[in-house]
C-alpha cells in the first residue's frame, strides 16, 4: 500500500484564493492528489495579514479541520544554517533573509514530514531548495 501524498498550502495562493478567487480549479484537482495539511507558520501569515472578517472565518475553518504540521526544533536549527548559507553563498542582506525565514521554516518541516509545498512562489523556494532539497510545486 503506497503512503498518502502530503500537501501543504503556501500562504500566497490562500490570499489569492481568499481575495480574488484564484485557483479554485487547481485547488480542486490538488485535493485529488494530495491529503492537505496545514503548516503552523503558513496559518501564522494567514491570521497576521488577515484584513477581512470573512478571511479570519475561513481561516479558522481551515485550523480546526486540516491538520497541522508545526516546524521542530531540527527544522529551526536547519533553517538558520540554509539562511546563513544564502548569506554566505550569495550576499543577502537582511531584508530578503527576514522575507525568506517563514518560507525556510515551511521548507524545513515539510521535508520532515515527507510533504510537498505548493506555492505560487517559486523564486525563494528554488533558492532554498538549492542548499536542501524538499519537494514543492508550482500552481
Known amino acids: ?43 501564522l501569515e494567514l491570521y497576521t495579514g488577515a484584513l477581512e472578517r470573512e478571511e479570519k472565518k475561513l481561516i479558522t475553518k481551515m485550523e480546526r ?3 497541522i504540521i508545526n516546524p521542530t526544533p531540527r527544522n529551526w536549527i536547519e533553517s538558520g544554517k540554509i539562511l546563513n548559507g544564502l548569506i554566505e ?7 530578503k ?13 515539510a ?3 515527507g510533504a510537498t509545498v505548493i506555492t505560487n512562489n517559486s523564486d ?3 533558492i532554498i531548495r538549492k542548499l536542501k532539497h524538499f519537494n514543492f510545486m508550482v500552481l
Do not use: P, W
Open 111 to 113: 521535508r520532515s514530514n
Open 1 to 43: 500500500m503506497s503512503r498518502a501524498k502530503i500537501g501543504i498550502i503556501d500562504s500566497n495562493i490562500y490570499i489569492d484564493l481568499f481575495r480574488y478567487g484564484l485557483y479554485k480549479e487547481e485547488l480542486s484537482e490538488i485535493n485529488k492528489s494530495f491529503i492537505i495539511r496545514n503548516s503552523s507558520v503558513v496559518l
Open 89 to 95: 553563498r550569495y550576499g543577502f542582506g537582511y531584508r
Open 124 to 126: 525563494d523556494f528554488e
Open 65 to 67: 479541520h486540516l491538520g
Open 97 to 109: 533573509i527576514r522575507d525568506l525565514v517563514s518560507d525556510t521554516l515551511i521548507a524545513m518541516s
